[in-house]
């Protein structure tokens, strides 16, 4: 059964910084293309990044200098990197492994990120 798992959320306050993990398990990792997503209560989930099989990022206005994603295909893991955070990157992030051509897309479990003073 296909497992990807966040961990790395918690309580920051703002200016601060948080490194995610998203572990997976029972996926051929390295040629899957990789995302965080985030919901706010209220909200639709949206990107924050993606990280493609080749290694190729995309990343939300929003968050653009601040985050970076990253992959280790050797421990098959997912990495979002979160500085200089503010309140409004509060939200339930989740990890994504998808390849488009098959249909083929996993979900997390996701993490609580807090931004406050």
């Known amino acids: 059964q296909v497992q990807l798992v966040e961990s790395g959320g918690g309580l920051v306050q703002p200016g601060g910084s948080l490194r995610l993990s998203c572990a997976a398990s029972?996926?051929?990792?390295?040629?899957?293309?990789m995302g965080w997503y985030r919901q706010a209560p209220g909200k639709e989930r949206e990107l924050v990044a993606q990280i493609t099989r080749g290694g190729s990022t995309n990343y939300a206005d929003s968050v653009k200098g601040r985050f970076t994603i990253s992959r280790d295909n050797a421990k098959n893991t997912v990495y979002l990197q979160m500085n200089s955070l503010k309140p409004e990157d509060t939200a339930v992030y989740y990890c994504?492994?998808?390849?488009?051509?098959?249909?083929?897309?996993?979900w997390g479990q996701g993490t609580q990120v807090t931004v406050s003073s």
């Open positions: 994504n492994g998808y390849i488009s051509a098959v249909g083929y897309n996993y």
């Open positions: 029972e996926i051929a990792f390295s040629i899957y293309n």
